[in-house]
Nanobody, 123 residues
Framework: QVQLVESGGGLVQAGGSLRLSCATS????????MGWFRQAPGKEREFVAA????????RYGDSVKGRFTISRDNAKSTVFLQMNSLNPEDTAVYYC????????????????WGQGTQVTVAS
């Protein structure tokens, strides 16, 4: 079992930046690939970014490429999402997720989820 707790969300002006964190506990963090997803009101949960258990492989959704960066610190059992050049379309609840070993972009392939953190980008 893995427990995930997101933090770092909030209100930011368009063009600004935020850094989300996802702290994990339970089974060895380094066994898991980690992902970030987001869900805006009335929309499906959308893939944002993912990182392999080694950190050597990353994947990004088309809408965030070049603006967001995913990283992890296995010693601290934490994954991060640095978000730059934010725009109002990035407003959503952001969720951290975990799955064993391999990177995935499909939300149905993730086994564990956090409660989410709200990100609101004002125009």
């Amino acid at each position: 079992q893995v427990q995930l707790v997101e933090s770092g969300g909030g209100l930011v002006q368009a063009g600004g930046s935020l850094r989300l964190s996802c702290a994990t506990s339970g089974r060895a963090f380094s066994d898991y690939a980690m992902g970030w997803f987001r869900q805006a009101p009335g929309k499906e949960r959308e893939f944002v970014a993912a990182i392999s258990w080694t950190g050597g492989t990353t994947r990004y959704g088309d809408s965030v490429k070049g603006r967001f960066t995913i990283s992890r610190d296995n010693a601290k059992s934490t994954v991060f999402l640095q978000m730059n050049s934010l725009n109002p379309e990035d407003t959503a609840v952001y969720y951290c997720a975990a799955r064993l070993l391999r990177v995935a972009t499909n939300r149905h392939e993730y086994d564990y989820w956090g409660q989410g953190t709200q990100v609101t980008v004002a125009s």
